[in-house]
């Protein structure tokens, strides 16, 4: 056995894709080792990667695949020997096949088949070497790894990866493995730190030398070290600014961890006087463009200092010099937000308000002027909701807030930062004396912007963002640009879920349909029903991707009904929370059986008496069952009006003995035709009584 | 502070000379700027013409690039409504293409063990001209300083081989070797004998402040409109006849060889600068600004393929021509 170590160079690989290709590469080598049996039992593998290689390192291979023997079936016994005798001459035929099969004539057996007795060979396939397997096959498993983005390189374009290949290394044991790929033929050679190493080879002497050997390079490979080496260096330096912590951010940590092959960090700091302009600018500004942490105080407050993680090693000089250069272009870009943060106060979104007219949403669409005039109006329709009415809203605040939602399109600072848009006006509109309600609902208008975000804070920005969100959703459907496939080129789906998640999460009372009835507007019916399944196929998600909830739990709800979306999670939790429960089940697959009898007996129509007729129920197991149902009935329509789902359904287990007895004794296609009739007439009362809360024919008993 | 202050930092002009030199010395021919407007390097023929077809290509030139709704008046220490970007294109791109970049960071006051460098992703792409590459944007202590393709597309259609474009930002460079926050700060050049010294204010701050103005203010837009119209039209008159020449068996060597292709994408360019300063106008709606793109794309991308056509021909006919005794 042996120790397998392979190493790709690449310029520098694109960060967000450095993870899966790792672990890519990892498992192809592992599958086309146990594939062509060159793993062992104690076979093991790691998987290394910095922003230039990719690496495996595998213990436990073996250096030759086992020779396999194989059974060969040859001539039959009569062509095989002259006289047709199994100890006779052997034939051209003979002597051909123990040629092919790589033994000696007389080693040639006789086995008998139905077909009669014919002349076979045990051929011995001898192992090949894995250095020769690997070097055959390791390059077809490198062409196939996923690229999100790749490209060519070489003249005449032989392949395509995600950055040119600028060396491999591939070692079994002490020998090297020449796989070829990208023009380079592997050796025992890797390369160190750009700058802090140089470009001068490495020699591997065995796979087991490579991380240590890397190490003295100044390259840490070990992608959870490096990660673990940047959060310690995050605490430590930001221990030197009294009274503060690093913000968490687990993305960024990750990004870093994939941008440097040997990381430190380097607390740095800007003029308090920046601090007047809004956290989210000098947050977006450190962290989306130049990768910094952000600082803050024990209470949250943003603290006048920056960590930027560094690929390189300096001492406190040499740090002086790189904080000196990260501090300047700090400096430089909040500058510019400052300027724009000025320049756009020359003008309040009031006065913004005709400048929406040259603004286009969608051609089709007109323009955010005209956009904003329909969600004012769709907002206007949610708040006379009944419903909505009794949460005590500021009106007020909610159609200033509609009105100026997007005036922030037209500020340099959104032109800008992008992604802050709604936020950006928020600001605007708590600067210019807007109140608090108008001011939080235009800053989270765009929320959620996705299943993990959270919703607007306030009733009033919860009937905006679904305002505006049923208007984009309800235009696009009407031009006839829904999401197809895996196309939604207007993140309709997006703002579906929005809608969903604001539905579930917030306070209004308002339902799918209505949504959907608003946005599109009377007269298109069959429109508004498009955008309602939209809408129902959104719930489903939610209630299984947000929610975790079982397949076919949220399947028996939804059948049901999927307008309600509260009382949907309502339902689908209650279901989830009884399901497990014995009786529950047994109940359910009774229930499954009733709808299955019902709809055998309408198919081969037989129809159920219109009215059960208690009189004629002869059996005492059916009597009981009408009974006890009959009995349940008001409890659990209370316990569901009071949408306490769970006592509902605990209360509808408690058929089950009924049930069981009912189908026990009573056979209910009975001959007579009356009896029959009437026995169906109780199955489908009990069925419509009890399955207002989930279609239990939906679920799923195991076994 | 003075941290980071670089006694004997480049001039402005001394860091053009040396990538120049740099470059030439690795075998680039030096090219004076281009002299239409442009928005960048990349659209100087220089680049986008040379990169299609067969033929190796090693060039550089410094092209001043000129993007109407960045100028700022002159107020913004940052913006400029025109900078200059250091163009080197190696078709194809020498294995150690990155290596030879490093070196040219080091031959202008670099020292690269002093500094943290990243190479982080940045896949570049031009819409309108049909072109895309993947590369990186070269930080340097948080600073982008330079821009690194692997040209893929140009013009519509696939590279091979493909070329190595290099993009340094000048303004920026310089700003960081002189440690000043203004670019208008920067040490143009010094007098060797008197020490006086001109700052890139002197120079340019006036064109700032008044192409700022025309771009924001006083542009006419519907002159500026009619102005395209009718560089387009030509452009598209040329491409028309272009096409009739090429497939008429007919036309004589001389004609073919005198097609004037870089007088059709000359106009194009045109076009792309007018439908900038349009832009900076606030005088495109975003309806009209796919339509506007597209019309403009659609110049530039039958341009290309013409320019292949007759390359194609051109290089056809060195080849036979160079087997005649």
């Known amino acids: 056995m042996a120790d397998f170590l392979f190493e790709i160079g690449l310029e520098e690989v694109p960060a967000r894709m450095i993870a899966s290709a790792e672990t890519e590469l990892r498992k192809r080598v592992v599958d086309l080792l146990t594939r062509e049996r060159l793993g062992s039992e104690a076979m093991e593998a790691r998987a290394y990667s910095t922003p230039r290689r990719l690496a495996v390192l595998v213990s436990g291979v073996l250096q030759r695949q086992q020779d396999i023997a194989e059974e060969l079936t040859g001539p039959a016994v009569k062509i095989a020997y002259k006289d047709g005798q199994p100890n006779g001459t052997p034939s051209p035929a003979a002597i051909a096949f123990a040629k092919k099969a790589g033994v000696a004539v007389d080693a040639l057996k006789i086995v008998s088949t139905p077909k009669g007795d014919y002349v076979a060979a045990t051929a011995v396939k001898p192992g090949r070497a894995a250095a020769e397997v690997l070097a055959t096959e390791l390059p077809k498993e490198l062409a196939a790894i996923y690229w999100a983005k790749n490209m060519y390189w070489r003249a005449g374009k032989p392949e395509r990866f995600v950055r040119p290949v600028r060396w491999l290394l591939a070692l079994l044991g002490d020998e090297i493995v020449p796989v070829g790929f990208g023009g380079y033929t592997a050796g025992r050679v890797t390369y160190g730190h750009r700058v802090l190493f140089g470009a001068a080879p490495i020699e591997v002497g065995e796979p087991q030398a490579y991380l240590a050997a890397l190490t003295q390079a100044h390259v840490m490979a070990d992608v959870e070290l490096r990660r673990h080496t940047i959060r310690k260096a995050l605490d430590r330096v930001c221990r030197t600014a009294e009274g503060t912590r690093w913000r968490e951010d687990q993305a960024l940590v990750d990004k870093m961890t994939h941008l440097t092959e040997w990381p430190s960090v380097l607390l ?124 005590g809203l500021d009106y007020n605040a909610l159609i200033d807030a509609a009105r100026l939602a997007k005036t922030d399109l037209t500020s340099e600072l959104v032109k800008e930062f992008t992604e802050l848009q709604g936020a950006i006006g928020g600001l605007y509109a708590r600067a210019q004396g807007f109140s608090e309600a108008s001011a939080a609902a ?155 009898i019902l709809v055998q007996a309408s198919e081969k129509k037989i129809a159920a008496a219109p009215v059960l007729d208690v009189a004629m129920l002869k059996d005492g197991a059916e009597l009981a069952l009408a009974e006890k149902a009959a009995d349940l009935k008001p409890k659990v329509a209370e316990l569901r009006a009071r949408q306490e789902y769970r006592g509902a359904l605990e209360a509808i287990a408690t058929l089950r003995p009924q049930v069981d007895a009912f189908f026990d004794a009573v056979m209910v296609m009975d001959p007579d035709e009356v009896v029959r009739a009437n026995r169906l007439a109780l199955l489908a009362r009990t069925l419509g009584d009890f399955s207002g809360i989930a279609d239990f024919a939906e679920i799923v008993v195991a076994g | 502070m003075g941290v980071g202050v670089k006694k004997k930092a480049l001039t402005f002009q001394e860091l053009l000379f040396t990538l120049q030199r740099f470059w030439a010395e690795r075998g680039c021919v030096l090219q004076q700027p281009y002299d239409v407007e442009v928005g960048a390097g990349t659209m100087s023929p220089d680049t986008f013409l040379r990169v299609l077809g067969p033929k190796p290509v090693r060039i550089a030139y410094a092209q001043p690039s000129r993007r109407p709704a960045d100028g700022r008046y002159g107020e913004n220490p940052n913006r400029l409504f025109r900078h200059t970007q250091m163009q080197v294109i190696l078709k194809p791109p020498p294995v150690n293409v990155q290596e030879l970049y490093l070196e040219s960071l080091q031959a202008i006051g670099i020292d690269l063990r002093e500094h943290d460098l990243k190479f982080e992703e940045d896949n570049w792409e031009w819409p309108v001209g049909g072109a895309w590459g993947v590369g990186w944007q070269v930080m340097l202590d948080g600073l982008e300083i330079t821009q690194f393709t692997y040209f893929q597309q140009c013009g519509g259609m696939d590279l091979d081989p493909i070329a190595g474009e290099i993009t340094y930002g000048l303004e920026r460079i310089a700003g960081f070797l002189q440690d000043v926050d203004s670019i208008y700060d920067i040490v143009w050049a010094v007098e060797p004998d008197t020490g006086k010294k001109t700052t890139y204010g002197e120079m340019r701050l006036a064109e700032e402040e008044q192409f700022s103005a025309y771009g924001f203010d006083y542009a006419e837009v519907d002159s500026l409109w009619e102005h395209l119209r009718l560089y387009e039209a030509e452009c598209l008159r040329l491409l028309e006849r272009a096409d009739e020449l090429l497939n008429h068996p007919d036309t004589s060597k001389l004609v073919h060889r005198r097609l004037p292709i870089l007088g059709m994408y000359e106009l194009a360019l045109k076009c792309s600068h007018l439908f900038n300063l349009l832009d900076a106008r606030g005088a495109i709606s975003v309806t009209e600004r796919v339509g506007v793109m597209a019309r403009i794309r659609t110049l530039i991308l039958r341009t290309a393929s013409t320019y292949r056509n007759k390359n194609a021909f051109d290089w056809k006919y060195d080849e036979l021509r160079a087997r005649q005794p």
Not at chain 1, 463 to 469: H, Q
Not at chain 1, 529 to 553: H, I, M, P, S, T
Request: with cysteine.
């Open chain 1, 268 to 391: 740095g700091n800007f003029d308090k006087e920046y601090l007047s302009l809004p956290e989210e600018v000098l947050v977006t500004v450190m962290r989306d463009h130049q990768n910094y942490f952000a600082v803050e105080t024990g209470d949250g407050k943003l603290a006048p200092y920056f960590l930027a993680v560094l690929n390189t090693e300096a001492d406190e000089a040499g740090q002086a010099v790189i904080r000196h250069g990260n501090e300047r272009v700090l400096r430089a870009r909040f500058n510019d937000a400052k300027f724009f943060w000025e320049f756009d106060q020359r003008m309040t979104l009031e006065e913004r308000l005709p400048l929406l007219e040259k603004v286009t949403f969608q051609k089709d669409l007109g323009s955010y002027a005209e956009k904003t005039e329909r969600v004012v109006q769709l907002c206007k329709i949610f708040v006379d909701r009944p419903g909505v009415q009794k949460l």
């Open chain 1, 442 to 596: 235009i800053y989270d208008q765009y929320r959620p912007m996705s299943m993990e975000d959270r919703i607007p804070r306030t009733a009033e920005g919860q009937v905006l963002a679904l305002a505006d969100k049923a208007d984009t959703i309800a235009g696009m459907f009407k031009l006839g640009l829904e999401p197809t496939g895996s196309k939604d080129p207007f993140a309709l789906r997006r703002a579906a879920n929005g809608i969903v998640k604001i539905l579930a999460e917030g306070m209004l009372p308002i339902t799918l349909g209505e949504v959907a009835q608003a946005g599109v507007g009377s007269g298109d019916e069959a429109l508004i029903g498009k955008v309602e399944v939209f809408l129902a196929e959104r719930l489903e998600f939610y209630l299984r991707e947000a929610k975790g909830q079982a397949y076919d739990v949220v399947a028996a709800v939804l059948a049901v009904g999927a307008d309600d979306v509260r009382d949907a999670v309502a339902r689908t939790e209650a279901v989830s929370a009884v399901r497990g429960g014995e009786d529950f089940r047994e109940v359910s697959a009774a229930f499954k059986r009733m709808k299955n």
